[in-house]
């Protein structure tokens, strides 16, 4: 009789999950579409009850469904780190406020760094506070909605409801935790109580955990909506990007993954703790393991943008097109920080830039021209890398924007860097699979299922032209700032009218 393990990935567009053996061997898999809310300008939510626990249930119900053999762990990843509040029955009191999409937060992110200090804050923190933090946004709440928050008795991020609702069990993992700044401590890799103690102001901490640790076992009630077995083991699980991660082998010193999604992330595997104040210094997801990581606004979601402006033309044609027209899309150069932006510049208030544009630029040139844009923002981020004392040594491409090698290809060329694609690219859920195999002891610590299919070398023709663009798209930000944060105030201001 076979064994299987379930890994099941809640994303920003979709939830996704496999049923896999434990040689890695994928038997089935299944996905459940869902939008995100965007109620104001700058913030992003989703419904709990409804994209999380309830996309879940589907998915674990269909993948079990059958299965010639018992189901012997589970691990469940998120989009992450959010911010949903809930009573002590694990009920959610509103919908969950997301990862740094969400920049409700920004005066609260100042209040937080005066009151403590940002020196302070980056060496107890690892990071400055941003809007990826969830510290200035339990604030927020506090502020705004306290009625909301009298009644508050847990958070929760999106994997770690899951396991609740799944086991009954308040737990968050340690790399989730690392993100709730500042609320952690990352050189002692536990929870800073004093000022968890100030900005939860009396909500009880979760317990601390390893993503790929048992925390608890799925419970009758759990077991009959989603039909998982009542008493199967459960990981802590962690976000979704660090699960991907480890799905692609980015698991030694050195190694980074550049996650093609509907934004950018980037996470390196670190062999002693580094920081830098322009990126996230994090816990990993093996037990005492560092990370660095950065993230991007907007990617993927960046070029959907661009297909609906022109009709829902297929997205292949769109590619093909963009394939088409020629390095440096004609002269066109895209600031992409269409929903502002996190690394590398962290400002809420920044807008998206179209520069060059003239009646003989088509679709085709705007498509290649976002993947331009966002492939030099790579390149500054992939920068700050480079100036802290563990460089990256190889850089590994995964998620759905790999597919079909041109923006791949086309952020390669601009920042002049190998790339590895693995031959498996399912992502996420794969990844928590393995860590359900692993921590409910199936298979080695060291086990491994990533295999790597493609390298993308730097074309040299396009080396030139590419340093030149840019050299102009790192002055493009700075001289149209005070502009673009002018809009912006003019679009919170019609919103409020």
Partial sequence: MNSYVLGIDIGT????????????????????????????????????ERDWWGEVAELARELTGGADGPVQGVCVSGLGPCLLVCDAAFA?????????????????????TTRYGSEAILSRCGKDLSTQAVGPKMVWVQKNEPNVWA????????????????????????HTASQYDPLYDINAQDWAGD???????????????WSGEVVGTVQRAAAEATGIAEGTPVCAGTVDAWAEAFSAGVRHPGDLM?????????????ASLAKHSGLWSTSGIEPGSRTLAAGMATSGSLTGWVQSLSGGAPFGQLVAEAAETPPGSDGLLLLPY?????????????R??????????????????????????????LE?????????????AVGGGTQGGLWTQIVTDVTNRTQVVPVQTIGASLGDALLAAIGTGLVPPESDWADIGVHLEPDPRNRELYDSLYADFCVLYPATRETVHRLARLQHADLQS
Wanted: proline share 5%; charged share 20%; no cysteine.
């Fill in 13 to 48: 567009g979709s939830s996704k999950a496999v049923l896999a053996r434990i040689d890695g061997t994928i038997v089935k898999s299944a996905v459940r579409h869902h939008e995100i809310s965007l109620p104001r300008p700058g913030w992003a939510e989703m419904d709990a």
């Fill in 92 to 112: 959610p009191l509103r919908p969950a406020i997301l990862y740094g999409l969400d920049m409700r937060a920004t005066t609260e992110i100042a209040e937080l």
């Fill in 151 to 174: 009644i508050t008795k847990r958070v929760f991020s999106a994997h770690s409801f899951i396991v609740a609702r799944l086991t009954g069990e308040y737990t968050l993992d340690h």
């Fill in 195 to 209: 000022w968890a103690a100030d900005v939860m102001a009396g909500v009880e901490l979760p317990r601390l955990a």
């Fill in 258 to 270: 550049l996650m093609y999604g509907s934004t950018m992330f980037f996470v390196q595997v670190l």
């Fill in 338 to 350: 269409f929903a502002g932006e996190r690394t590398p510049i962290f400002d809420a208030h920044a």
């Fill in 352 to 381: 998206g830039v179209i520069a060059g544009l003239t009646l003989r630029h088509r679709r085709g040139h705007l498509f290649r021209a976002a993947y331009e844009g966002i492939a030099f923002g790579i390149r500054q981020i």
């Fill in 384 to 396: 700050f890398y480079e100036q802290t004392a563990e460089p990256p040594r190889r850089l590994v």
